[in-house]
């Protein structure tokens, strides 16, 4: 199959959407699939990429640090047409999105789309919440969508909020895997994380707290700040490492110093992809407060690497911890400091097959699966429901036979 992603975010651009989208294309690569990336411009792009086709863009407002396509869709459709794709996938509910739907609808191909992200959590960034309200975002994402094939949701929370908002096209829920291998890592020894803790200035019978994520304010790294003196009374030897870069920062960092607590409190900036599983082996648990997750593949990623979590709860993240070794989720904001000490206090050991049996559903291999089997349904549903379309009857007849095989257990 030929599949052409089409996304405002990819990298040089750092992100939980670019990390997705690359797992995604590896994962059906693998298959034999090929995957092409439609994607913005961005000076710290490598000059020679393989299956990546870059169009004009301009940084997205109130995220300087993102680009948004600006033009490009006869470029895009003669590069689109040339490669025959056979189905589209649109991870941006914006220009390069737009221009996926434009080059599909010309091709005469599905579109599937990926809601990554909940809108409403960020409409704080644009004139402080003032212009743009949830009812704007509900009518405009019910439009969007609405005009695809089918669409991938991360957890159940994406599923019940499009439904709010009306959309009523074929959905699935797929939670974004990760490459587990990358996280557990065996050959990251001892010796090596008392190093990390020792460059960090945690000594061995101190209690190591790691916050990873992008420093926003819709991360709720506050609550964790604000409730960190909490922890202290009961824990005198507890560290907090915030990882991560974001605009919020300064803010942190100030109220950690009017809080007298800068001594406990260390911020590290952003930390390389490849020395990210150092700092959750090190740690001797992962905390999260973040309301604004779809996903959330740092849980995953601390799963993987061994690391017990202590994070405010949803859907999606309640079934991720699904058993007390591998952490706990808290109901409320207030609730971060009384849950995490009384999470501590249980000691409970990690139990191996329960983790063993987390990692296989967390896997970047079954993502891939996954998503594989809906391309080949929403292909099958595409021909059915539009006369128009170009999907042979051939293609039909072999994805019907491949998606039985599917369900009936024989092809893995």
Known sequence: MRIGFFTDTYFPQVSGVA????????????????????????????????????????????????????????????????????????????????????????????????????YEDYLHYIANGKVVRP???????????????????????????LKRYEVDIPMRIIPTGIEVAKFIRPEITKEDTDHLREKLGIQKDELMILSLSRISYEKNIHIIVQQFSDILMSYPTARLVIVGKGPYREELEEMTHELGIDEYVQFTGEVSHEDVAYYYHAADYFVSASTSETQGLTY????????????????????????????????????FS??????????????????????????????GNEVLKFYQEMLVYYAEHHSEGRVPTRTVQKMRVRINSFRNGEDK
């Open 300 to 335: 995953a990623e601390a799963i993987a690497s061994g690391t017990q979590c202590v994070v405010e709860g949803n859907d999606y993240l309640n079934q991720l911890l699904d058993d007390d070794s591998l952490g706990t989720t808290f109901e409320k904001d207030e609730d």
């Open 338 to 367: 009384d849950s995490f000490i009384r999470y501590v206090q249980q000691q409970i050991p990690l139990d191996p097959q329960i983790r063993q049996n987390k990692l296989i559903e967390i896997s970047a291999e079954r993502f």
């Open 19 to 118: 990390t997705s989208i690359r797992t995604l294309k590896n994962e059906l690569e693998k298959q034999g699939h090929e995957v092409y990336i439609f994607t913005t411009t961005d000076p710290e792009a490598d000059e020679f990429e393989k299956d990546i086709v870059r169009m004009p863009s301009v940084p997205f407002v109130s995220f300087t640090d993102r680009r948004i396509v600006v033009r490009g869709i006869w470029f895009a459709y003669r590069i689109a047409k040339e490669l025959e794709l056979e189905i589209i996938h649109t991870h941006t509910e914006f220009g390069a999105g737009f221009l996926g739907k434009m080059v599909a609808n010309r091709l005469r191909i599905p579109v599937v789309h990926t809601y990554h992200t909940m």
């Open 135 to 161: 009812t704007h975002v509900k009518h405009f994402i019910k439009m969007f969508i609405n005009h695809s094939t089918g669409v991938v949701c991360p957890s159940k929370r994406v599923v019940d909020t």
